[in-house]
Structures are given as structure tokens and as C-alpha cells.
């Protein structure tokens, strides 16, 4: 099935039980393979910042600069060394 069936929609997040991510339309995602559907980081790339200022969403960071996930990425992933065990949670 197309993305665009799925577009404004919403999903379970994928570390943080009861949470929910939003599912938006982008004109950077390729509709003609897959689902045509990425995941965003608005802190930490361009495209995903302008879709999320777009759709008045927050920039949350998810990772301090030493490397390491902070709370906002969940229980699962806080304090985990993000190339290390945190790749593997």
C-alpha cells in the first residue's frame, strides 16, 4: 500500500511505551518505493527540521554530544552509548 494512505496518521513509538509518532507527508521521501515513510530527526537534520517546523512539531534532542542518549529517547535507550548498546536496544 501507498504512504500516502497512511499520511497524518499516527504509529506507536518504537521506544517509548504508550507514546505515539506522527506520521507526515514530505517532499524529500520517494513515494515510488516502500511505503514511501522515514523516520525524522528534527534536531538533527535539515529536512526533517523543516517538516517538523512545517507541522509545528517540537526539537527534542535525543542524544547529548559526548554521545550518549538522554531521557527524551526513552527508558530503553537513556545513558546507553548511542554506536554502542544503544545501537542494539
Known sequence: FPG?????????????????????????VTMSKGTGLVHTAPAHGMEDYSVASHHQLPTVLHFFSCG????????????????EEGNEA
Open 4 to 28: 500516502v494512505d497512511l499520511a497524518d496518521g499516527s504509529c506507536a513509538h518504537p521506544t517509548i511505551h504508550g507514546r505515539g509518532s506522527p506520521l507526515l507527508p514530505a517532499n524529500h
Open 68 to 83: 550518549f542518549f538522554t531521557e527524551a529517547a526513552g527508558p530503553k535507550l537513556q545513558n546507553k552509548n548511542v554506536l
